[in-house]
C-alpha cells in the first residue's frame, strides 16, 4: 500500500528525537517536573468535568436525536 507521508529517516530520526526528549527531560530542575505533574493532573481533571457537563448524554439530546424510522419492506 502506498503511503502519502513516511517519516524521513526511519528509524534513525524517531529513535534520536527519543533520546534528544529524554536528555532534555533529565536536566529539568524540580520546579519544572513539579509544574509538570500538576498540570499533569488538573489538564485531565478539567477536560473530564468540561466533558460530563457538556455530554449530549446528559442532557438527554440523545433520545430526542435517535428517533429511529418504521421499518418498510425490503427490496
Known amino acids: 500500500m502506498r503511503r502519502p507521508f513516511r517519516v524521513p529517516f526511519s528509524p534513525v530520526l524517531p529513535i534520536l528525537s527519543a533520546v534528544l526528549c529524554l536528555y532534555l527531560a533529565t536536566n529539568l530542575n524540580v520546579a519544572a517536573w513539579l509544574r509538570f505533574v500538576v498540570w499533569l ?25 435517535a428517533e429511529v424510522p418504521e421499518p418498510g419492506p425490503i427490496p
Do not use: F, K, N, S
Not at 485531565?44 to 455530554?55: D, F, K, M
Open 41 to 65: 493532573v488538573l489538564g485531565p481533571a478539567v477536560y473530564a468535568g468540561y466533558g460530563r457537563r457538556h455530554a449530549r448524554i446528559a442532557t438527554r439530546e440523545v433520545v430526542r436525536d
